[in-house]
């Protein structure tokens, strides 16, 4: 069998006490060439223009494959129309590739039918708004019982209703993907998979996520059996922020998965 290394990338959300060309560095000094950067939350650059974001990723050397997120963005309304064509405008002005889409995560959401029908509202509605910057949309679904987009399987179906295949794509979350119990892969549908570590799949609301996993390996071996070849993201919170070393932690788990992965497809188990 034809032995694949997982394409690795490096999520802001992973090293968020850094400043931009910080971060660009440590992503460049794991040998990382792919960065993913969040404007929610913990902003990334605040009040930093686009195009510098851009020029420091140039001088590091790593394309910036995604900017974090839109954040309700199956709430369409007049509001979210504009914000989605402003982050849609730095996105495309930092050189990204891709715009990730947050559903609303709230318990919130009305009734089936009406939820279902604002998906198809919203992703109708942000087709025009990515395709004339040239983004792809990644849609995440999430996998808390308090979301109104727990399934990867439910996006693809909506992706498909709005003839929306060029696009958006989806995030495959190995966190979310076992908190919502998902047995559906859509390796050519998905555009980018986090790596964000589950310890024990019970809790529902923040459990311990790790570097390198054991759940990590069966999903990345099954991604990659079944033809993807994008990015593989280290999306991972809290626990790592406090690391005495943080890059010689990555290190070790970027060779873990990678062996891993190699070792998996050649037919040797640890």
Not at 115 to 133: D, E, F, T, V
Request: aromatic content about 8%; glycine content about 8%.
């Amino acid at each position: 069998m034809r032995q694949v290394s997982p394409r690795i990338a490096l999520g802001h959300m992973t090293a968020s006490r850094l400043d931009v060309r910080a971060f660009f560095a440590l992503a460049r000094d794991q040998g990382l060439a792919d960065v993913q950067i969040r404007l929610f939350s913990n902003p990334f650059a605040p009040g930093m223009p686009a195009t510098d974001v851009r020029s420091a990723a140039a001088e590091a050397g790593v394309t910036i494959i995604s900017v974090h997120a839109l954040q309700r963005f199956n709430e369409w309304t007049p509001a979210r129309r504009a914000e989605a064509s402003k982050l849609a405008d730095y996105a495309a002005e930092c050189g990204a590739k891709a715009l990730v889409l947050m559903p609303v995560n709230d318990g919130s959401w009305p009734a089936n039918g009406e939820r279902h029908g604002n998906l198809l509202l919203a992703l109708s509605a942000l087709k025009p708004i990515l395709q004339s910057r040239g983004l792809i949309g990644l849609i995440e679904p999430l996998g808390f019982q308090t979301c109104s987009l727990r399934s990867k399987k439910e996006a693809a179906e909506a992706i498909t209703a709005v003839d929306g295949q060029s696009a958006f794509r989806l995030v495959h979350d190995t966190f979310h993907h076992t908190l919502a119990g998902e047995t559906f892969f859509s390796c050519e549908l998905t555009g980018l998979v986090h790596i964000s570590g589950v310890n024990d799949p019970t809790f529902w609301i923040y459990p311990d996520r790790v570097l390198g996993g054991s759940d990590n390996g069966s999903q990345i071996r099954a991604l990659l059996d079944g033809g993807y070849a994008g990015p593989f993201s280290f999306e991972l919170v809290e626990e790592v922020h406090a690391l005495d070393d943080l890059a010689g932690a990555l290190a070790a788990s970027i060779d873990l998965i990678r062996h891993g992965a190699i070792e998996a497809r050649a037919g040797v188990r640890r």
